[in-house]
Structure formats: structure tokens, C-alpha cells
């Protein structure tokens, strides 16, 4: 099989010899030999079909870490999910442009559909706080209410001081969606909760949301966001998520220091890790890429005073251009 260098692979493909060196880096398209002298890498014939892949990905914008899961098992329910979510995003915005040059009168002619009036605002009432909990508590699986005073209890104690972190979207005065979290230890906030209602799904709601979340906690000071986020975490991983591994010693806080012991020589070995607690629970996070059903198999295996499972977490900084997070009171999603 003909091989080609990285100049005559990126005249083949198109893309450029800064952006081989990236996807090699990601695992996305590793060269086919590498020579151990030179480092000069390589690559086969049979690598332009996954290389003119990649380019289409990329041209519809679709993120690196999402790249690797569909190289790494095609279907055509993502490709429709993409498309769907562009056609949303993109629809939305030219409604917006409508009803604004009608508003304006630049146009005298009614736009072909209105504008989505959604509207992004703190819970209004201690009785909005539960309706909206369970609004969006019956979009998981198994659905979730807020009886589960594990997961309401922190929600309901911030409603007096930290409303700010307890949004809903509302469309049409309906409640169909919500983003609630409150501020933990130090300047970090958990994101307790976020869904949008089956049928107003793939409209930019639930990212609206997550930037008015974000914008909230920049105003309260926070510097970073964590959430648990196992079935979702793609979604947050195009927001800038990092995906971490928890470990929380809620079934015996006795076994922390040998099951720490043992993980850092055995499956999260060479991975940067670090300790922590919360409420007195001692707690281990490990970074990972994206969630890897094999280390957390491994760590799950391993462990037995642990719970374990995926979260989600983000530095905050605040931009050049607040306007560029503030939350708006007739946000457009």
C-alpha cells in the first residue's frame, strides 16, 4: 500500500498539517508508522476515507470528542440528531431576524412563523420551585420528583438566598424546563438539575438554559460548575465540560485511604486524580477525556466503600463582554 507524508496527505485531503498533528494527538486519525528515528509520520491510502469524514465533521461543526464517538461506531441517528439541532439553531435565529424587522418596520409582511417566546427566569415561589423540579424530574429514567429529598432538599434550602441558580423556561406561562443548582463548597455550584420537556426538545432550550446557569453563577462568584451527568455528559462536553470519574465513600468512608491506594497502582494509573471531601463524605476525582465504560468497570470492580459514577466540571471566567453570558430576561432558545 502507497504511503503518503503529512504535505502529500494534506494535498490529498485537504486539510492541513497543523490539524493531522491535532487529530493524531486525539486519536482521531493516527498515522499508520511513525519512524522511531525521525518521528515523520506516515500515513496509508486506506486512511483518506476516514480523513474526508473527519473534514465533513468538521465543516458542520461538530466538536472533536463527538468526532471520536461517531468514527468509532457510525449511525445514522447521529447524523439526524445533528441535523436536527442545526435546522433548530438555525430556524430560531432566522425567526428572531423576522420579528424583529416587523417590529421595526423594516418588513410589513407578518414573518412566516413567530418567533419562540421563551422566557429564562428565576422560580418565582417555593410552589413553582416543586412543579418545576418535577416538570423536569420526569424526563430522566426512572423520572424523579421532589419527594427525592435527596436531590430536592439542597434546592429547596437555596431558594432564600441563591435564586438566581433556580431557572426555569417557561413558553406560553408553561414551565418546560429548568436548570436548578445551588452553591457548594468554597466558590464552586452544583448543577442539581437540568431537562427540558420531551416535546420542546432539540429548539436550543436546554442550551439556553445551561448559558443562563452559567451566567448566574459568574454573578454570584463562582469559579467553577460540577454536575453529575452520566446519560448526558456529550451534551455538557460541548459546552467545555471536563468529564471526571467520582468516587464517594458513602458505604464505608473506613475503606478511603487503601481503595485510593490501590486504584492509583491499578486502573487510574498514570491519570491525574486528587482527594477531596464533601459533607464530611471523602470523595476522589479522576480526569478523563469522555466517560470510559472500561475504567469505570475497572474502578467499580476494585472499589467497594465507593459509590461511583461520571460528573461534569467547568472553570468559569468571566468574559471580555458580560453581555456575552448575562442571562436575558425573553432569551431566545
Do not use: C, N, W
Given at each position: 500500500m502507497?504511503?503518503?507524508?503529512?504535505?502529500?496527505?494534506?494535498?490529498?485531503?485537504?486539510?492541513?498539517?497543523?490539524?493531522?498533528?491535532?487529530?493524531?494527538?486525539?486519536?482521531?486519525?493516527?498515522?499508520?508508522?511513525?519512524?522511531?528515528?525521525?518521528?515523520?509520520?506516515?500515513?496509508?491510502?486506506?486512511?483518506?476515507?476516514?480523513?474526508?469524514?473527519?473534514?465533513?465533521l468538521r465543516r458542520a461543526g461538530i466538536g472533536l470528542a463527538d468526532i471520536a464517538r461517531f468514527l468509532a461506531a457510525p449511525n445514522a441517528d447521529t447524523i439526524e440528531g445533528w441535523v436536527a439541532d442545526l435546522a433548530a439553531e438555525?430556524?430560531?435565529?432566522?425567526?428572531?431576524?423576522?420579528?424583529?424587522?416587523?417590529?421595526?418596520?423594516?418588513?410589513?409582511?407578518?414573518?412566516?412563523?413567530?418567533?419562540?417566546?421563551?422566557?429564562?427566569?428565576?422560580?418565582?415561589?417555593?410552589?413553582?420551585?416543586?412543579?418545576?423540579?418535577?416538570?423536569?424530574?420526569?424526563?430522566?429514567?426512572?423520572?424523579?420528583?421532589?419527594?427525592?429529598?435527596?436531590?430536592?432538599?439542597?434546592?429547596?434550602?437555596?431558594?432564600?438566598?441563591?435564586?438566581?441558580?433556580?431557572?426555569?423556561?417557561?413558553?406560553?406561562?408553561?414551565?418546560?424546563?429548568?436548570?436548578?443548582?445551588?452553591?457548594?463548597?468554597?466558590?464552586?455550584?452544583t448543577l442539581r438539575i437540568l431537562a427540558v420537556s420531551a416535546e420542546r426538545r432539540r429548539r436550543g432550550i436546554g442550551r439556553a438554559l445551561l448559558r443562563a446557569f452559567e451566567g448566574s453563577a459568574l454573578q454570584l462568584g463562582a469559579t467553577r460548575i460540577s454536575l453529575g451527568a452520566d446519560a448526558e455528559a456529550g451534551f455538557y462536553i460541548r459546552h467545555g465540560y471536563q468529564t471526571m470519574l467520582l468516587l464517594q465513600w458513602v458505604y464505608d468512608p473506613g475503606r478511603f485511604d487503601a481503595e485510593v491506594e490501590a486504584l492509583a497502582a491499578g486502573p487510574v494509573r498514570g491519570m491525574t486524580w486528587h482527594r477531596d471531601s464533601f459533607g464530611g463524605v471523602p470523595q476522589l476525582f479522576v480526569e478523563l477525556d469522555e466517560p470510559s465504560p472500561v475504567v469505570l468497570a475497572q474502578v467499580q470492580d476494585l472499589v467497594s466503600g465507593a459509590y461511583v459514577g461520571y460528573c461534569m466540571t467547568k472553570a468559569l471566567t468571566k468574559p471580555d463582554r458580560p453581555d456575552r453570558w448575562a442571562p436575558e430576561p425573553g432569551a431566545q432558545a
Open positions: 502507497k504511503e503518503l507524508g503529512p504535505g502529500e496527505f494534506s494535498a490529498v485531503t485537504g486539510l492541513s498539517v497543523k490539524a493531522l498533528r491535532v487529530y493524531d494527538e486525539r486519536g482521531l486519525l493516527v498515522p499508520a508508522r511513525v519512524d522511531r528515528e525521525t518521528g515523520y509520520r506516515r500515513y496509508g491510502e486506506d486512511q483518506i476515507v476516514t480523513a474526508g469524514r473527519i473534514a465533513l438555525t430556524g430560531a435565529r432566522r425567526r428572531a431576524l423576522e420579528a424583529l424587522a416587523f417590529a421595526l418596520g423594516f418588513d410589513t409582511s407578518l414573518p412566516e412563523e413567530a418567533a419562540m417566546a421563551i422566557i429564562i427566569r428565576p422560580v418565582d415561589s417555593p410552589a413553582e420551585l416543586v412543579s418545576a423540579f418535577d416538570v423536569a424530574g420526569a424526563q430522566f429514567e426512572p423520572a424523579i420528583d421532589h419527594a427525592d429529598q435527596r436531590r430536592f432538599a439542597e434546592l429547596e434550602a437555596a431558594y432564600a438566598g441563591e435564586r438566581e441558580l433556580l431557572l426555569v423556561a417557561e413558553e406560553g406561562g408553561l414551565v418546560v424546563g429548568a436548570a436548578m443548582g445551588f452553591l457548594s463548597e468554597g466558590s464552586e455550584v
